[in-house]
């Protein structure tokens, strides 16, 4: 495979919080029963890839599906990142479109959103760009010449791709969706989209 880095980032299982339309951000939740199915589902997808390790957030639904991928495949070397959190969203954690509307009078469609800027407590925008473009960094100097399998979150995956891939603005990243790059030399290249168009 050369000394280029193949990356793939899978957004973790469905939440209570996503049955239920919540804006997660930094919020800690489980995995539903649906969410534990979606997540073997994916893992039977992956057998083919020889992944070498497995990097997660460090948040709960993150952990649990990055456990279940690595007992699935029998990946021992599980590790966690907390760069790969989902954007935090301060005072709108945890609430609904319709509750975030009604106390801050904005409609929250999208988790890049720039209107949560400012939002007390929340991650800007740019804030999270540079993160994302850190740990792009981060990877590509540690695991050169390795598989990586990076379990995340809605924000993070979508800000990567946006940066590194192409604007997403016609793709949603559901529960269990992913992509994978391939990095060599500071160039990205798509190998695989498993993502909703709409």
């Known amino acids: ?29 489980k995995l539903t029963e649906t969410g534990r199915y979606q997540v073997l589902q994916v893992a039977d997808k992956f057998r083919a890839g020889n992944y070498d390790l497995i990097l997660y957030s460090g948040m709960v639904r993150s952990y649990e599906s990055a456990m279940i991928i690595s007992r699935e495949l029998a990946i021992d070397d ?8 989902d954007r935090s969203l301060g005072e709108i954690e945890n609430l609904a479109s319709e509750e975030i509307k009604r106390s801050l009078g904005f409609d929250m469609t999208n988790i890049l ?14 804030h999270l760009r540079s993160r994302v473009r ?18 995340s979150h809605g924000g993070f995956i ?7 891939v192409s604007d997403p603005h016609n793709i949603r990243f559901t529960n269990c969706s992913y992509f994978t790059v391939f990095i060599d030399n500071g160039k990205i290249s798509l190998r695989e989209l498993s993502a909703k168009q709409v």
């Open 78 to 85: 599980v590790k966690i990142l907390t760069s790969l959190r």
């Open 113 to 126: 959103s720039e209107k949560v800027d400012k939002v007390p407590g929340a991650e800007t925008v740019d």
């Open 158 to 164: 979508r800000m990567f791709y946006r940066e590194f």
């Open 134 to 151: 850190m740990t792009e960094k981060y990877l590509q100097r540690k695991y050169s010449g390795k598989r990586v399998l990076g379990v």
């Open 1 to 29: 495979m050369s000394n280029g880095l193949l990356l793939t980032l899978l957004r973790h299982g469905e939440t209570e919080g996503n049955l239920n339309g919540k804006w997660q951000g930094d919020t800690d939740s």
